[in-house]
């Protein structure tokens, strides 16, 4: 079903979003950089830059509490999360590529164990995504098989028309529900033309013949050449918008407190050292190698899907300028 | 028993019902669990692991080492190494500790009816086999001879020797007991060898066979070719992979060999599976 | 007003880099070299190793070239090599970095082939690495910065810097803003700032004096510092390394740069760099010191703060 | 025997690193000559001041310390030498850190207390717990303990109930 909003109408529909009590996430500017955070008011949404940081944190978030423990004498008490406690959550202006991610991480979430702390919140948010119209020379949608208007992921997708307003697209029933339950905000679509998409400067990758190149070159000195400059931390992890991995430890004291799940990246050395001091990936080249596979190979062997969107945040925030398409390129000429 | 809105991290709670010290820094714990419910619907097989919580300081990754032929309790054998460990350590009976399980898949014990068994392990890797062995003793009738060729670097580092006596005085097991050099007492009856030599000397016969291979790396490492040698082939070769591990039920991405995760894929391998995995556990 | 700086100078810089690494490869004087070369993108630099002497001419220096090189040549990287005597381009902030190592005889200098740039400035993130470089996009540390010509090294090209404008002093204004604040205002401010980061440790992983086998906040025996990037633990974790950085940083602000957060870490350590340098009359410069501030004690130390 | 303690609504905690030579003979002294000072003070026995580790003291603050005292023989008198001469520069610099992000230097007094001061002792725990229990709890670290980032904030249900209701 396609609609069409006004930009009045779209920060009016957030500010009745708010007035409900209803949660709602966008790209604000926070300091010196955009941030996916919940908006105070429909004035903080910022809909011209690719927020920082993901928007995987939604549902992953970046440290959450899994449970909670309290001693006496010889007995423990455990009290559980209740997932009717996640909030409900309308999250604004998510671009493609984190919206694309987010059905990539339904797989592992929901392999065998339903992981409720990503489920339940996936099932209580909808995602209104905002294709992209300006692109940089990191951006690399396009190479894995997405694009700028991708409607992968999002329930409603916005594409921004000539003269403001956006075209609405719905894509799931959730959005079909949206769409219906603030139907007064919405108008039938008129034949402005929507603004020309951004296009990444990035040829398209053959993830096949990557696949195949990564099949049987685990051990190869390339991996050296590419990755000894890694220097072992997890800024481009915790940027992704795909990466899963996280760490379980308990915080407070043997008396009483919460076991906490949080963000962790196989960039660190510490991700596999055994209690032995044994560590299976002991060099940097070793782990950035398990990084390039993971996404490219080990995901697609499990869930037949590539674990990268071309978002390009890791090639911006890495601090000795790492280029992951530069690495692809470089795989796919081998 | 994974119901979907259930809280997959949250462990059932378990009583410490008996602490058996095996070496200076080895011990066991026999765990009960708390909740009636629990205690008739947990069920596991011979190889698959726990996530064991010390409440404060975290969980440890344990195989579960006694048979799941026992009901009504079981058994983990760890050595205090770490943060986890230690607070572990410091429980005693009566105590409350939880327990996280059973993950990882287990040995294929339905397809070793009617062959021999050849279990061969090394210092506190004698647990991950343990619940096996103690799983075919109570169905013995269904294997042929079981072998048990179990070495560690002194006496005192023997894990379970109660049962290793029991073991001795069966007529049906055959138990070949080494110590590293120089780690024999003056009144040791077993052999003096690295577990690989005395397996070598010992020539079990390699058809009908299968063999269980459990230990350090190194021993491992030596282990293998002695087999090949004797003829075992890749497929009639057991072993499980130790790796760090820490949610144990394949979400996070940390005990990956290659495209295998240990905790889903594993613990238990054939030594096919494990030659064709990346050289990185 | 905003003024483009002149950094014409970086070319005739790039081919003396070229030549000389071309030459110290080749006569192996060196066994590598660890340089600066350029990435996919547009302007883009990454570090590099390159050990043969054909490869001489992918390094190149421009005002995209920030990383602090030195990093490499520390312990905490153990996969570069380090047999022989390594050649490594330096900026006179990295070298203050080489100097602090050689004081704690963490490097031999006779291991060393240190490779000189008179800068003019380099730029102050790499988020759109083909800026221009001007007194907007330049780098905080190259406003303050008095060392552009490195002194102690084994080859500089022979070219001087053009004069910088003057710039605005902005660690000093901003540190200067943050002492006139109330107390519980400058906690509102770092509290704000600590809550975002996200424990990626790229601060750590990025700092030359950051070597440690076995970092403080990574243990748990006993466990100092939570792991968990809660407001809470992020704080203790930036102050612990603000003290463990104090009287040792050499103010390249690689730390500041490459925090994904844009949190302002160079303050910190900008801040005690300027009390020990009031208190102790001691600074991170060219001259190696084998006892650092807080490693060394006079008995005249200033003790009115004690009873 | 000892006067009937005045009842206060607010009892700061005070964690007290002292070094074991001096001023823990020193408290240990006023003890023994039977002198009265507040029992708020938590003393924690480290082998020289050189040995107390700032980490230590933003660990304290975070488990719930209202005021910090630290400790140690006086120049020259250290059974190490030089541990309080290193620890004098230490906490000259991790004084202007604190300061610096916004903690209260009122809440943290550093004292050389010989063996034979036990009065001296009972003089600066006294002070220092009346001047921290005039400034009131120490708010900053406590309420830190509590704060999330956005993503992992659960809704309390009755915060909710209490908005419905509005």
């Known amino acids: 079903m396609q609609k069409q909003i006004t930009e009045a109408n779209l920060r009016l529909l957030i500010d009745s979003l708010l007035l409900k009590g209803q949660r709602v996430v966008g790209p604000r500017q926070s300091g010196t950089m955009v941030l996916y955070e919940p908006l105070a008011s429909a004035s903080d949404l910022v809909t011209d830059e690719l927020p920082r940081r993901s928007i995987k944190e939604a549902f992953f978030p970046v440290c959450e509490d899994l449970l909670e423990y309290r001693k006496e004498g010889q007995q423990i008490e455990l009290k559980d999360i209740d997932p009717a406690r996640f909030p409900e959550t309308v999250l604004f202006g998510v671009r493609p590529c984190d919206a694309a991610a987010v059905p990539v991480l339904d797989a592992v979430f929901s392999w065998d164990y339903k992981d409720q702390f990503f489920l339940a919140r996936r099932a209580k948010t909808t995602i209104i995504g905002l294709a992209c119209t300006t692109a940089d020379d990191a951006c690399f949608c396009t190479a894995v098989g997405l694009s700028p208007n991708d409607p992968k992921g999002s329930d409603l997708l916005l594409t921004p028309l000539v003269g403001g307003g956006f075209l609405v697209e719905s894509q799931s029933e959730k959005g079909l529900s949206f769409l219906e339950a603030w139907k007064d905000r919405f108008s039938e679509p008129d034949d402005t033309k929507p603004l020309p998409l951004a296009q990444p400067a990035a040829t398209p990758f053959d993830l096949k013949k990557i696949k195949a190149w990564l099949d049987d070159h685990f051990e190869d000195p390339a991996w050296d050449s590419i990755a000894t400059r890694c220097v072992g931390c997890g800024a481009c992890a915790f940027v992704c918008p795909a990466c899963h991995c996280f760490d379980i430890v308990d915080e407070g004291s043997e008396k009483a407190g919460k076991r906490r799940k949080f963000w962790d990246a196989c960039g660190f050395s510490k991700f596999t050292n055994h209690a032995s001091g044994h560590n299976p990936r002991d060099l940097q080249p070793k782990r950035y190698r398990n990084r390039i596979m993971h996404k490219f190979k080990y995901y697609d062997d499990k869930f037949g899907q590539?674990?990268?969107?071309?978002?390009?945040?890791?090639?911006?925030?890495?601090?000795?300028?790492?280029?992951?398409?530069?690495?692809?390129?470089?795989?796919?000429?081998? | 028993?994974?119901?979907?809105?259930?809280?997959?991290?949250?462990?059932?709670?378990?009583?410490?019902?008996?602490?058996?010290?095996?070496?200076?820094?080895?011990?066991?714990?026999?765990?009960?669990?708390?909740?009636?419910?629990?205690?008739?619907?947990?069920?596991?097989?011979?190889?698959?692991?726990?996530?064991?919580?010390?409440?404060?300081?975290?969980?440890?990754?344990?195989?579960?080492?006694?048979?799941?032929?026992?009901?009504?309790?079981?058994?983990?054998?760890?050595?205090?190494?770490?943060?986890?460990?230690?607070?572990?350590?410091?429980?005693?009976?009566?105590?409350?500790?939880?327990?996280?399980?059973?993950?990882?898949?287990?040995?294929?014990?339905?397809?070793?009816?009617?062959?021999?068994?050849?279990?061969?392990?090394?210092?506190?890797?004698?647990?991950?086999?343990?619940?096996?062995?103690?799983?075919?003793?109570?169905?013995?009738?269904?294997?042929?001879?079981?072998?048990?060729?179990?070495?560690?670097?002194?006496?005192?580092?023997?894990?379970?020797?109660?049962?290793?006596?029991?073991?001795?005085?069966?007529?049906?097991?055959?138990?070949?007991?080494?110590v590293d050099p120089g780690g024999n007492g003056p009144e040791w009856d077993g052999k003096v060898g690295f577990v690989p030599t005395v397996l070598d000397e010992l020539a079990p016969a390699a058809d009908n066979c299968i063999a269980l291979v459990c230990g350090p790396p190194i021993m491992i490492k030596f282990t293998l070719p002695v087999l090949e040698k004797l003829g075992f082939g890749d497929e009639a070769i057991y072993t499980t992979l130790e790796n760090r591990m820490k949610c144990g039920l394949g979400k996070c991405g940390r005990c990956n060999v290659g495209n295998v995760y240990v905790c889903k894929d594993g613990p238990v391998f054939t030594a096919k599976q494990v030659k064709a995995m990346p050289l990185e556990y | 007003m905003i003024q483009t700086i002149d950094i014409s100078s970086y070319s005739v810089i790039t081919d003396a880099i070229r030549s000389e690494a071309r030459r110290i490869l080749s006569d192996s004087t060196v066994s590598a070299v660890i340089g600066y070369t350029?990435?996919?993108?547009?302007?883009?630099?990454?570090?590099?190793?390159?050990?043969?002497?054909?490869?001489?001419?992918?390094?190149?220096?421009?005002?995209?070239?920030?990383?602090?090189?030195?990093v490499y040549l520390t312990k905490a990287k153990k996969d570069v090599p380090k047999s022989g005597r390594i050649g490594i381009v330096v900026k006179g902030c990295d070298l203050k970095a080489v100097i602090g190592l050689l004081g704690e005889s963490q490097l031999k200098r006779e291991n060393l082939y240190l490779i000189g740039i008179p800068c003019s400035g380099v730029l102050g993130s790499l988020l759109k690495p083909s800026a221009e470089l001007t007194t907007k996009t330049i780098a905080s540390k190259c406003c303050e910065c008095t060392d552009r010509l490195p002194v102690g090294c084994d080859f500089v090209p022979a070219v001087t810097p053009a004069p910088l404008p003057d710039l605005e002093k902005r660690y000093a204004n901003e540190i200067s803003q943050l002492e006139a604040m109330t107390p519980s205002e400058r906690w509102e401010f770092w509290k704000e700032q600590f809550s975002k980061c996200i424990k990626c440790y790229a601060c750590r992983q990025v700092c030359p004096f950051c070597f440690c086998e076995q970092?403080?906040?990574?243990?748990?025996?006993?466990?100092?510092?939570?792991?968990?990037?809660?407001?809470?633990?992020?704080?203790?974790?930036?102050?612990?390394?603000?003290?463990?950085?104090?009287?040792?940083?050499a103010g390249c602000g690689e730390c500041e740069r490459v925090c994904p957060m844009d949190i302002p870490l160079n303050l910190l350590n900008r801040k005690m760099a300027k009390e020990l340098k009031e208190l102790f009359n001691s600074e991170a410069g060219f001259e190696v010191r084998d006892t650092g501030p807080l490693t060394s004690y006079r008995e005249d130390d200033d003790q009115s703060f004690i009873r | 025997m000892h006067s009937a303690k005045p009842r206060h609504?607010?009892?700061?905690?005070?964690?007290?690193?002292?070094?074991?030579?001096?001023?823990?003979?020193?408290?240990?002294?006023?003890?023994?000559?039977?002198?009265?000072?507040?029992?708020?003070?938590?003393?924690?026995?480290?082998?020289?001041?050189?040995?107390?580790?700032?980490?230590?003291?933003?660990?304290?603050?975070?488990?719930?310390?209202?005021?910090?005292?630290?400790?140690?023989?006086?120049?020259?008198?250290?059974?190490?030498?030089?541990?309080?001469?290193?620890?004098?520069?230490?906490?000259?610099?991790?004084?202007?850190?604190?300061?610096?992000?916004?903690?209260?230097?009122?809440?943290?007094?550093?004292?050389?207390?010989?063996?034979?001061?036990?009065?001296?002792?009972?003089?600066?725990?006294t002070d220092l717990t009346e001047r921290v229990r005039a400034m009131g709890p120490m708010v900053e670290f406590k309420d830190l303990i509590l704060e999330e980032q956005w993503s992992g904030g659960l809704n309390n249900p009755e915060l909710q109930a209490v908005y419905e209701a509005m």
């Open chain 3, 215 to 249: 970092c403080l906040c990574d243990r748990n025996r006993p466990q100092m510092v939570e792991q968990t990037p809660r407001p809470s633990g992020n704080t203790a974790w930036h102050l612990v390394r603000a003290m463990h950085l104090a009287g040792r940083c």
């Open chain 1, 306 to 334: 590539t674990l990268c969107t071309g978002c390009g945040r890791c090639i911006r925030v890495c601090p000795v300028g790492i280029d992951i398409a530069g690495v692809l390129e470089e795989i796919e000429k081998k």
């Open chain 2, 1 to 178: 028993m994974c119901d979907s809105n259930k809280n997959i991290y949250l462990p059932y709670l378990a009583t410490v019902e008996e602490v058996i010290d095996e070496t200076p820094d080895v011990r066991t714990l026999r765990l009960v669990f708390q909740d009636e419910q629990v205690r008739e619907s947990f069920n596991f097989r011979a190889g698959q692991f726990a996530e064991y919580s010390a409440f404060g300081a975290g969980e440890s990754t344990f195989c579960i080492a006694s048979s799941p032929t026992r009901k009504g309790y079981i058994e983990c054998c760890f050595r205090a190494v770490g943060r986890v460990t230690e607070s572990l350590r410091r429980l005693e009976v009566g105590d409350t500790m939880g327990v996280r399980g059973p993950y990882g898949n287990s040995f294929p014990i339905e397809q070793f009816y009617g062959k021999n068994l050849l279990f061969v392990t090394g210092g506190i890797a004698l647990p991950p086999l343990r619940t096996l062995i103690w799983n075919c003793l109570d169905l013995r009738d269904k294997f042929g001879d079981i072998t048990i060729v179990y070495g560690a670097r002194t006496e005192a580092d023997l894990v379970y020797k109660r049962e290793l006596k029991e073991w001795e005085e069966r007529s049906d097991v055959k138990l070949v007991k080494t």
């Open chain 4, 9 to 125: 609504d607010f009892e700061p905690k005070i964690i007290a690193f002292v070094c074991t030579w001096c001023t823990y003979a020193g408290a240990d002294l006023a003890g023994t000559s039977r002198m009265q000072y507040p029992s708020n003070v938590r003393v924690l026995k480290f082998p020289c001041t050189g040995r107390i580790d700032p980490v230590f003291i933003i660990k304290a603050f975070q488990q719930g310390a209202d005021g910090i005292l630290v400790s140690g023989c006086h120049p020259g008198d250290c059974h190490y030498i030089a541990g309080n001469y290193h620890a004098r520069r230490r906490f000259a610099a991790f004084r202007k850190l604190l300061e610096f992000i916004g903690v209260d230097l009122n809440r943290i007094q550093f004292s050389w207390v010989s063996a034979a001061e036990g009065g001296k002792w009972v003089e600066v725990v």
């Open chain 3, 38 to 70: 350029a990435g996919r993108r547009k302007g883009s630099t990454q570090p590099i190793v390159i050990t043969t002497a054909d490869e001489a001419d992918k390094l190149l220096f421009s005002a995209a070239c920030l990383n602090d090189l030195v």
